[in-house]
């Protein structure tokens, strides 16, 4: 059997203070690795900070200069960054191509494209000199077809998947590995937030709807995300590179 331990690994995880990136981070100190939890100046990392081995790095993913703070961070915890979990992003307006704010779209191609980018161009560049590491950008099945009302998202998640493949074909002659996790609707902040948006006053109500596109009928956990990314980055994965995988309760099976 090949082995799954994280032991002696360095990893980054962005989005890293609540729901995926938490379990993330919580997933990949009980495998054995440390990890820089990247997140915004206000997040609370406490849960996180608790996890194992674990750093705060506050700042925004849109910036390149802490990028390499973050870097230089993990450098501290070991002698290579060998894995990247590119969590960050946001869901933006709910509201159709023709509607979409301005402002909004270019909020959200800002974190959840441009952020995934920099992520993957300047650590993909400590990986590939090093000549090992493997980046797990997350997407969304919304990346894999079309949606009404999350234009922005939508469109962020399709960019998502397309960088994921490109990164992958550049780097595997440099031994670095790039994938995309693909979850359904999945219990954290995001989608209780847009409950809220739907059904203001009982946002409970709005769960069975967005749930029902699911076949398993239910909401993913951020611990499912989180156990098959651990999956991904070990070495039973080492022959992985490229895939779009989804996690999603047979929604693309559909």
């Given at each position: ?42 997040a609370d990392y406490s849960a996180a900070l608790s996890a194992g081995r674990v750093a ?199």
């Open positions: 059997m090949i082995e799954q331990s994280l032991a002696g690994r360095v990893a980054i995880v962005t989005g890293a203070a609540r729901g995926i990136g938490l379990a993330a981070v919580q997933r990949l100190c009980a495998g054995g690795a440390s990890v820089v939890a990247f997140d915004r100046p206000d705060a790095f506050s700042g925004d993913v849109v910036k390149s200069s802490d990028w390499q703070g973050a870097i230089d961070l993990a450098l501290t915890l070991g002698d290579k960054v060998d894995i990247l979990f590119n969590n960050a992003g946001i869901s933006g307006a709910i509201a159709n191509a023709i509607d979409y704010p301005e402002d909004d779209f270019d909020r959200i191609m800002a974190i959840n494209v441009r952020g995934v980018y920099l992520g993957i161009k300047y650590v993909g560049r400590c990986m590939q000199a090093q000549r090992s590491g493997v980046i797990v950008n997350t997407s969304s099945v919304s990346g894999f077809g079309g949606s009404g009302n999350i234009f922005g998202y939508t469109a962020s998640k399709f960019a998502v998947n397309g960088m994921t493949k490109s990164a992958a074909i550049a780097l595997a002659p440099d031994g670095v590995r790039v994938l995309a996790l693909c979850p359904s609707p999945t219990a954290t902040e995001m989608m209780f937030q847009l409950e809220r948006r739907l059904s203001p006053s009982d946002p409970e109500a709005a769960r069975p709807q967005l749930a029902q596109g699911t076949p398993m009928g239910r909401y993913g956990t951020p611990e499912e995300i989180a156990d098959v990314l651990a999956f991904l980055v070990s070495d039973a994965a080492a022959f992985m590179t490229g895939a779009l995988v989804p996690v999603d309760g047979g929604t693309l099976a559909k």
